[in-house]
């Protein structure tokens, strides 16, 4: 319902800080890309979880608003992160989302996240955003 | 069995890039403090999620440093947070962990975050750390 | 907003596989207690996990109609748990909940649940609740 | 590593009060069906949320068999359940598991639930099992 042009500039507005790119947007999900730096580094040469936490937060964020248009309000209620593997510290992080559950006050969803180029998950999360009611 | 300030030290290392401060350690559990400003608010004057979950993952470590001394490898398996009221955006995250289990492999903790100077939260966090294997 | 035999008599009807008997109620939480026999137990003598979970769930669900009234359509609609210790296979279980956010449409709770005469707990839960609109 | 009627027999002794049937295991997954009937519903016709963790909770532990072969003392750390939709009371549930981190210590899993034959899930499981370390 929204394109994805349309989505990057809406998600650089409401989440100024993240490094987040839209890759794809689309039949109840999306795909994310983040690079990895200094600033996502922890010692040892890995991604922090807060990190990857963020990155599958925006994930979600594009996908419910491919799926459901611009809704400026929603808010993340629950998300629950299992760390799985390292991630590697010289490579960006991918999320690929999938939406499984887009209600009326509620769409859930969840998000694989990989370093690039891997197909081992470093990390899985499942979300819930709250849509705000809409004024007639 | 090991110092506030020891652990201060410790995680200003291994966390690089956090804020947060080291307010109190001990009897299973930890307090610590984090400054919101420019890089913390989104739209809305808010605080971000991931910058909740970041300080509720800091505040789980410190306690569990607290209680089993300085494990430079623990690293976090789990986490879920419930959002659960906007924060302010112009006062300071408090984080408030309580250890509720610590076994010689899986260390659980939940961790009550509150805009400094209210006593409803707005968030709640329960995670998991794994503690590596100790060499003989 | 509602004593504890109506709660009870609701409880029976909304859960009738529930074996939980309600001990209190009130002051934003409740405690249940929950025999266990052999229909509970796991070989090696231990209370099964989803047992436990569904302790936990009743013992949200009392305490959000001590809080709110009664709501019978109320639903879970996100739940964790982390087990914690082997629970005794001789000992009934007890449920403590305490709310911590009891909003419009979203009720969230925590569980500590205890082998009876224990203060560790084998398990804690984090539930939320959807809360129907009302009609007018 | 273990074939079906091997898991069966396995999770007949370690789950003696489950109804689940093993459907499938292998590649990293199984799947699991489970009736409904009087024991399993909730007033207004509705499967119980602890039945359908549960289910989900033999799912993990089938296609865990299946991958590292039969592991006794393998016990849940964590399970987080999102419920999605209201299930069928006149219909069975499937569980469909998939691995997505299969460690030394650590096996991590989600599981899709449905009412039979629909392939909208009524509810979504994360959990982890803690493998006991093999004596040599």
């Known amino acids: 319902m929204a394109s994805k042009e349309e989505i990057a500039a809406f998600i650089a507005a409401e989440f100024p800080q993240t490094k987040c790119i839209v890759e794809k947007v689309g039949d109840g999900g999306a ?3 983040h690079p990895v730096g200094h600033d996502e ?3 040892g040469g890995t991604v922090s979880g807060p990190v990857l936490m963020s990155i599958a937060d925006v994930a979600l964020y594009v996908a419910l608003l491919g799926e459901i248009g611009m809704v400026p309000m929603a808010v993340t209620t629950n998300l629950t992160a299992n760390f799985l593997r390292k991630p590697a510290g010289d490579r960006s992080i991918v999320g690929v989302c999938k939406l499984i559950k887009v209600g009326k006050s509620l769409v859930v969803g969840e998000v694989y996240l990989y370093s690039e180029g891997s197909t081992d998950a470093v990390a899985h999360v499942v979300g ?3 849509i705000p009611p809409r004024q007639g």
Do not use: G
């Open 31 to 33: 795909t994310v890309w």
């Open 41 to 43: 580094l922890r010692p």
């Open 128 to 130: 819930t955003y709250a």
